[in-house]
Nanobody, 114 residues
Framework: VQLVESGGGLVQPGGSLRLSCAAS????????VGWYRQAPGNQRELVAA???????NYADSVKGRFTISRDTAKGTVYLQMNSLEAEDTAVYYC?????????WGQGTQVTVSY
């Protein structure tokens, strides 16, 4: 089983995007899943996570703007990103939380710019 990210793109500041992480129902029912991002020159950071019980937590930089959710029937974890800022530009990845090397994928690029 792999985790596959999608939904990135180019969006203007203030806009929205929804990212999807296709996993499996068994994974997201059993483990916490996180969205991570890495901007050029920066370390990869955890942006949001959802536990197997459905509890969510967020980095301070995205609180109130991003929402993580899941659909266990579809085996998918989402990241709804609103009020996007230039500083949100990065490659976004999903993985377990804490992350497992095996599950790092290619990520999906999010670019916030005019």
């Amino acid at each position: 089983v792999q985790l596959v990210e999608s939904g990135g793109g180019l969006v203007q500041p203030g806009g929205s995007l929804r990212l999807s992480c296709a996993a499996s129902g068994s994974i997201i029912r059993s483990y916490a899943v996180g969205w991570y991002r890495q901007a050029p020159g920066n370390q990869r950071e955890l942006v949001a996570a959802i536990t197997s019980g459905g509890t969510t937590n967020y980095a301070d930089s995205v609180k109130g703007r991003f929402t993580i959710s899941r659909d266990t029937a579809k085996g998918t974890v989402y990241l709804q990103m609103n009020s996007l800022e230039a500083e949100d530009t990065a490659v976004y990845y999903c993985n377990l939380e804490p992350p497992v090397t095996y599950y790092w994928g290619q990520g999906t690029q999010v670019t916030v710019s005019y």
